[in-house]
């Protein structure tokens, strides 16, 4: 593996649009709208090889070498298999991050990405067909959200515990994306939540005993 801290763009687009390759992203958010965003492309050894002879210098880093990257990630070039497959992860600090980051690609449309009334709603569009579509050019293309909790409506492929899969066709037009799960509060919330309701059935037995001692005029 190699590692190097980069800046995020529009994850590797510009050379992979040309070369036809694999792509999966995984979204994972936590109940408080915080979380990863993974995002992968894989080339087939033919593949990595043209793009090596367009560009010899990028065979030392071939994962850094295919396009610019402001904002900081990881980038990780990983073998599996005969293919290379070059990874980048970034993290988020809230929805709105999150928001931004899928802006920054052509072809993702957001529809509604919040949280509200203890639910966490996730509705995006993906163009998978039009030639500015940063999503246009791969063979194959699988979209994973990880939910904050169980899902109660989702539109996916595949579904696993909170784990949601979408595969896209390629050149298929739009594709719509679409979940809402419950927001689990954390522990300590739950805990003052049961520390107050003890407070307030102990505060009605003390009343009632202390009325029922009271002697009767």
Known sequence: MKHRKLTFAVVIVAALILAGCKFQSTTAIKPGGAGELRTEVGFSAEERANMEKQNPSSAQDFCNAQASHPGNITVTEEKRGDETWCVTTTSFKNLDQL?????????IQINRLEIGGGRFYYDISIDT???DSSFSGFTSMTWVLVLPDQPIIQNADEAEGNTLTWHLT???GARNLHAESKI?????IVVVEVLILLLIIGGGIYVALRQKKQPQS
């Open 129 to 131: 067909s039009s030639r």
């Open 184 to 188: 689990s509060q954390p522990a300590s």
């Open 99 to 107: 928001r931004q980051l899928y802006l920054q690609r052509k072809g």
């Open 170 to 172: 390629p050149l298929s």
